[in-house]
């Protein structure tokens, strides 16, 4: 039966940088069109870690020797460009594969803005580390400049932004159009470009949000059946890594809920990934996020393999 999907694409989809990136996307496009092939409507959102930190440092960098150019490009503007290299290969390489298959379906990536609030408490407490680990010159540099920075899990300081909550997806009725039009839709990359709201003017805010809460408002606003959260791993875990690590295979949100509280899932990976999960499914009748890896979506979604997760 076919069913109305948004998929939400983790790191190892895209790869860390453009050679890997032209390749990935290949192996991507084919686990894409194994759900278009069944038939299914499909809406891509992907990440951006490593993209939007590369190109920030790089516009930073052609400031310094520059000296008519700004050192200081807006995040928000490195995460659209972040949108546009990253759904131009996509869109690409699915094209390819769909014409391979014989599927006449085009394939469409919306710059997408998502609007915050600008006193989302997530603005004062920066917690998304971007880009490569600084060196001292760079690190002094980035201190002298007001660049605010972490130490991260002991292997150095990166740049850290702000990562608020997602409250609405500007385009969602050209998404919601192309969509219905029988067009696949690439949107809301990276996590879609934070803007705020000044009466009509959308202003660009220096975060990124999480691309996998704004993927659960894309699934919602387009009363999808499933979120799909394709990532490095075929199932969720609790004790994760631990002598009773034990898989998941089907958990109902209240379940989810207890396991989030007793901290099984880790801050920055898997944790937003099931909260992103919790917050679809409780969201409506029978809507199911299902997390697996990239190369199992088709098992996933005829019920083969992955952790989903339900109202009940
Ligand atoms: P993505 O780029 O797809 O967002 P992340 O690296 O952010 O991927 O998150 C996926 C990773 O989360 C997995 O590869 C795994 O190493 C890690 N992880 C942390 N906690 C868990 C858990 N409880 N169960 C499964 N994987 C977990
Ligand atoms: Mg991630």
Redesign the pocket.
Known sequence: MKKRIVIAL???ALGNNLPEQMIAVKHTSKAIADLIEEGHEVVISH?NGPQVGMINEAMAEYGRSNKEHPTFTPLSVCVAMSQAYIGYDLQNALREELIGRGIPKSVATVITQVRVDSDDPKFLNPSKPIGHFMNEEELEYAKANGIQVMEDAGRGYRRVVASPMPKEIIEINTIRNLLESGEIVIACGGGGIPVTRIGNHLKGAAAVIDK?FASALLAKELNADYLIIL???EK???A?RGPNEKWLDAISVEEARQYISEG???P???LP?VQAAVEFASSGENRTALITLLEKAKDGINGKTGTFIRKA
Do not use: P, Q, R, Y
Request: without cysteine; neutral net charge; proline residues 0%.
């Open positions: 983790g790191g190892n990440g996998d990532t490095a791993v969720v875990a609790i994760f099984h899932f880790a920055g990976s898997m990934k």
